[in-house]
């Protein structure tokens, strides 16, 4: 897979979607594509790229276009963080 070039990726999140998602019994997070995430370890793993109907979340990282389901998803004060670390998003994507 291509490397996204940086107006590529611009252009793409031109169009931004925002989702509610249930994340933790109850929970509603909001999701938009632009906004930073998080892993379990307090790291910023990068932009969320896209959210899809069923709340998943893309994120590119090295490169790479990966999926990270919604249920891994939390607000914790106030940024958006997975339960994954970088190293199981990166494996499981």
């Given at each position: 897979m291509k490397k996204l070039t940086p107006i590529a990726l611009a252009a793409a999140l031109a169009t931004i979607t925002i989702l509610p998602v249930a994340a933790h019994a109850g929970d509603q997070v909001t999701i938009s594509a632009g906004k930073?995430?998080?892993?379990?370890?307090?790291?910023?793993?990068?932009?969320?790229?896209?959210?899809l109907k069923d709340g998943t979340i893309q994120?590119?990282?090295?490169?790479?276009?990966?999926?990270?389901?919604?249920?891994?998803?939390?607000?914790?004060?106030?940024?958006?963080?997975?339960?994954?670390?970088?190293?199981?998003?990166?494996t499981a994507g």
């Amino acid at each position: 897979m291509k490397k996204l070039t940086p107006i590529a990726l611009a252009a793409a999140l031109a169009t931004i979607t925002i989702l509610p998602v249930a994340a933790h019994a109850g929970d509603q997070v909001t999701i938009s594509a632009g906004k930073s995430l998080y892993s379990a370890d307090g790291k910023r793993l990068g932009s969320v790229y896209r959210v899809l109907k069923d709340g998943t979340i893309q994120i590119i990282i090295d490169g790479r276009l990966l999926a990270i389901k919604p249920d891994t998803i939390s607000n914790q004060n106030g940024k958006l963080v997975t339960s994954l670390t970088k190293s199981a998003v990166l494996t499981a994507g």
